[in-house]
Nanobody, 127 residues
Framework: QVQLIESGGGLVQAGDSLRLSCIAS????????MGWFRQAPGKEREFVTA????????YHLDSVKGRFTISRDNAKATVYLQMNSLKPEDTAVYYC????????????????????WGQGTQVTVSS
């Protein structure tokens, strides 16, 4: 069973960048497809981006394409979310999620497909 801990959130101005990190422990990180979700106040949790065990097959929410980049470092058991050109509408709690899968090429975009979640990290973008 994997445990996930996010870090890197904060308060920034519109146009700034942040890099979120999610460190996994307790199981073999390479066995998990990874994703990032976010939840703004009063809204449902939404998919942001995800990548497969092999690090490919990356999918993004349309509104973050070209601005956000997901990557993983299996040696460090860490998945990253590089966020550039941040906008006030990106303000949310960001969650890292993991799904154990035998398929190295599978990318998961639905929250119910993930069995493990971090505690979340707050990102606030001021205008």
């Amino acid at each position: 069973q994997v445990q996930l801990i996010e870090s890197g959130g904060g308060l920034v101005q519109a146009g700034d960048s942040l890099r979120l990190s999610c460190i996994a422990s307790g199981d073999t990180f390479e066995s998990y497809a990874m994703g990032w979700f976010r939840q703004a106040p009063g809204k449902e949790r939404e998919f942001v981006t995800a990548l497969s065990r092999a690090g490919g097959n990356i999918y993004h929410l349309d509104s973050v394409k070209g601005r956000f980049t997901i990557s993983r470092d299996n040696a460090k058991a860490t998945v990253y979310l590089q966020m550039n050109s941040l906008k006030p509408e990106d303000t949310a709690v960001y969650y890292c999620a993991a799904a154990k899968t035998l398929d190295t090429g599978m990318t998961l975009v639905l929250a119910q497909q993930y069995g493990y979640w971090g505690q979340g990290t707050q990102v606030t973008v001021s205008s």
